[in-house]
C-alpha cells in the first residue's frame, strides 16, 4: 500500500518527526515488487490470517476463537508459590505506554512500512541503507523513551522470584533493563547493538544513527554492519534457552502481544496443558483460547496490581 505525498502527511507548520522524515523516504522508495515472505518452522513469521494456526511444537491446529466467557479474570494478585516457575512473554504493547509504537495496533509501524521493505535478509541485499534508515528512526523513537510501570512491576518481580523468573521478550528496545530486570532474553535481537552480516565478530553496542550523508558503516573484514535484529524468515535467538524454560515452568504469562508471529505465538500452546496461563493486554490476542485467565487492560495499569 502507498500513503499520500508528503504535503499531505505533514501540515506546514508541523516539524517532522524522525517517523514522519523516514516514512516520506520510504514511500518514495518502496519496490513493488518484493516477494511475500514465506513462513519457516523455525524462523520469525506472522501467520497468514488472524488465526495463526500452524504450530512450532505440537502440530496442533489451534482454534483462536474469541475468549470464552469466564476467561476475562476479575483483578486480584497473582499467586506464585514457592516451587512456581514463571515464564513472561513481553510484546510490543508493554513498550506502548511509555511512547514506542506497536506493531500492529492502530498507530502500529506496520500499518505504515511493509515489513518485506525494511525487515528481512531481503531488504538488506536490496537497499541497505533503506534498512538503517528505518533502524535509525527507531534508534530515535526509544532512545528517548522511559519505563512505565509495567517495566518497573516486572523488574519487581524478578527481584522476588530470582532465578525463578524467566522473562523473554520480543521487545528490541532496552526498557526493561533500564526499569532494572537484569535477565532479559531478547529473542527478536536488541535495537542498540549491531553485528558484522558477514563474520562471527559477536555483537557490539551501537546507538549510532546511520542516516545519509553519513556512510553505512563497515566491518573490518568488509562486510557490511547490520542492526542486531532477528528479521522475518530468520531464526530468533536463544531459542534452546526459551524451551528449556518453557517446559520447566508452570505459570506462563503473555503480555502485550497479538499472538500472531511465530515462534513466540505457540509458546502458549507448548505449556497449556500443565502451566497455568494468562494473558495481559486491552485487546484479545489471536491465540486467546489458549489462555487460562486473560486481563483485557492496559499492562502499565494492570501489572503492577497483580503482582
Ligand atoms: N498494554 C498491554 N498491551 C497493549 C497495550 C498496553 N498499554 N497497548 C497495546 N497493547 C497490545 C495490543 O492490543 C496488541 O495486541 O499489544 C499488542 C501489540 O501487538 P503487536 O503490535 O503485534 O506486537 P508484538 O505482538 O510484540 O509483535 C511481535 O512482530 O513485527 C514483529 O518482531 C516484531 O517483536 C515483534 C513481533
Given amino acids: 500500500m ?24 520510504w514511500n518514495s522508495r518502496l519496490s513493488p515488487s518484493v516477494p511475500n515472505l514465506l513462513p519457516g518452522v523455525c524462523g520469525l513469521y506472522q501467520a497468514r490470517g488472524s488465526t495463526g494456526k500452524m504450530c512450532l511444537f505440537t502440530n496442533n491446529q489451534q482454534s483462536c476463537a474469541s475468549v470464552e466467557s469466564g476467561c476475562v479474570a476479575k483483578l486480584s494478585e497473582i499467586s506464585i ?10 510484546g510490543a504493547g508493554v513498550s506502548a505506554e511509555s511512547g514506542i509504537p506497536t506493531f500492529r495496533g492502530a498507530d502500529g509501524l506496520w500499518r505504515n512500512y511493509r ?21 535509525s528512526m527507531r534508534r530515535q523513537v526509544a532512545s ?27 521487545n528490541v528496545d532496552n526498557l526493561h533493563e533500564q526499569a532494572g530486570s537484569k535477565n532479559v532474553i531478547h529473542m527478536h535481537g536488541e535495537l542498540f547493538k549491531s553485528r558484522c552480516d558477514s563474520c562471527p565478530r559477536p555483537p557490539f553496542d551501537d546507538a549510532h544513527l546511520y542516516e545519509p550523508p553519513a556512510e553505512l558503516p563497515r566491518c573490518a573484514c568488509g562486510g557490511g554492519i547490520r542492526p542486531h535484529i532477528c528479521w522475518f ?3 530468533p535467538f536463544e531459542l534452546e534457552r526459551i524451551i528449556r524454560a518453557l517446559d520447566a515452568c508452570t505459570i506462563f504469562m503473555a503480555i502485550g502481544t497479538s499472538g500472531v508471529v511465530e515462534p513466540a505465538a505457540s509458546f502458549v500452546a507448548h505449556v497449556r496443558a500443565r502451566a497455568k496461563t494468562i494473558y495481559v ?11 487460562t485467565q486473560c486481563y483485557l487492560e492496559k499492562a502499565g495499569e494492570i501489572l503492577p496490581q497483580l503482582f
Fill in 2 to 25: 502507498r500513503f499520500p505525498a508528503p504535503r499531505q502527511q505533514v501540515p506546514p507548520a508541523e516539524k517532522p518527526t524522525a517517523a514522519k522524515q523516514f516514512e516520506r523516504k
Fill in 81 to 90: 508459590s514457592p516451587s512456581d516457575r514463571v515464564f513472561i512473554l513481553t
Fill in 115 to 135: 515489513i518485506e521493505e525494511v525487515a528481512s535478509p531481503h531488504a538488506w541485499a536490496r537497499d541497505p541503507q533503506l534498512v538503517w534508515e528505518f533502524y
Fill in 144 to 170: 528517548s523513551a522511559r519505563p512505565n510501570p509495567a517495566h518497573f512491576a516486572l523488574a519487581k518481580l524478578e527481584q522476588r522470584l530470582a532465578d525463578r523468573l524467566f522473562l523473554c521478550t520480543q
Fill in 233 to 235: 524468515g530468520e531464526v
Fill in 281 to 291: 493486554g486491552p485487546e484479545e490476542p489471536a491465540n486467546a483460547s489458549a489462555f
